[in-house]
């Protein structure tokens, strides 16, 4: 296998049969420091994890508001005082109203800088949500609701900053293990199975970053933090994905942007970006987690 290229397939299936050889990327770094080579054979996948603080965050959640047949659309949406915005979908004869709420909404009720991020954080957690809502009809309906009593809940992360791994060197072939994240590549959002939709909306090659999506119900509240009182309403998605190396030219790039002042620190944060990486690891090497295959590329990201 030395020299030759892997493939997805060829990779998945060592996932499946428990033989792929996952390190986190601070496991790589050692490796290195300790004097490995680390030659293609010797690896499939190196995984990593950053937390992002962005603004650029957003939920769609399926609400439940009334019996069947009650009222027939929604006009307006509030969740703990957070105004939505109602989605096109006729499910308000069934009781259900589809709302998207934005991060950096505030409140216009409440007095203590309520934001959209705490109302996401408050989802995730499952903790009871006060529900108001105005009819066409100018009739109000007020209800209470948890996570696990909605339909629909997924989170969109449409501006997501990514500078782990991005090395400084120049030149067309740079940052080869990059090109590995694809549209429909899988990650883990907040501990939550998702996906890449494509480039954020502010990507630049001099400044990369992503969407994101995955349903918010297998959420873990300890992976996502940004919900105390903050006029920036922003939340600081914890994000996870896989690089598989699948030729030298990626295995090459990755040691190059993962030397001198861009090895991982123990820091705080960092901390917590080591632990999200060595739990997707684990799920990994349990055979619970696949890479996926995709030709579409984040053309944004690069120069050609």
């Known amino acids: 296998m030395v020299g030759q290229e892997k493939s997805i397939t060829n990779t998945n299936e060592k996932i499946k049969g428990g033989t792929a050889v996952v390190l986190t990327d601070t496991e790589f770094v050692q490796e290195i420091q300790n004097g490995s080579e680390l030659n293609l054979a010797d690896i499939d ?4 994890a950053f937390c992002a603080e962005t603004s650029g965050t957003a939920a769609m959640i399926g609400v439940p508001v009334a019996e069947r047949g009650v009222f027939t659309r929604a006009k307006k949406l509030w969740l703990n005082g957070i105004l939505g915005y109602p989605g096109p979908a006729p499910n308000e004869r069934l009781g259900l109203v589809e709302g998207l709420f934005f991060s950096s909404k505030m409140s216009n009720n409440r007095k203590d800088n309520y934001s ?16 108001e809502c105005l009819s066409v009809e100018g009739d109000i309906y007020k209800t209470t609701f948890t996570l696990d009593q909605a339909d629909f809940a997924r989170m969109y992360v449409y501006n997501c900053f990514f500078s782990k791994l991005c090395s400084k060197s120049k030149g067309s072939s740079r940052d080869r293990h990059l090109r590995t994240i694809k549209v429909g590549s ?4 907040n501990k939550s199975p998702g996906i890449v939709i494509g480039c ?3 990507s630049t090659v001099e ?4 969407s994101l999506a995955a349903d918010m119900f297998e959420m873990d509240p300890d992976a996502i933090n940004g919900f105390e009182p903050d006029p920036c309403a922003t939340v600081a998605n914890s994000v996870a994905l896989a690089i598989p190396i699948l030729t030298v030219g990626i295995l090459n790039d990755l040691k190059e942007c993962l030397k001198a002042d861009q090895l991982p620190r123990l820091e705080d944060k960092t901390h917590s970006e080591n632990k999200m990486a060595e739990y997707l690891k684990h799920i990994i090497e349990k055979g619970e987690f696949l890479l996926t295959s ?11």
């Open 116 to 131: 959209g991020a705490q109302l996401i954080g408050a989802v995730i957690r499952k903790e009871e949500i006060q529900v």
């Open 294 to 304: 995709s030709d579409m590329n984040l053309n944004d990201w690069f120069n050609g």
């Open 200 to 202: 954020g909306t502010r």
């Open 186 to 189: 899988k990650i883990l959002l």
């Open 207 to 210: 400044n990369r970053s992503l």
């Open 45 to 48: 996948v190196v995984t990593t």
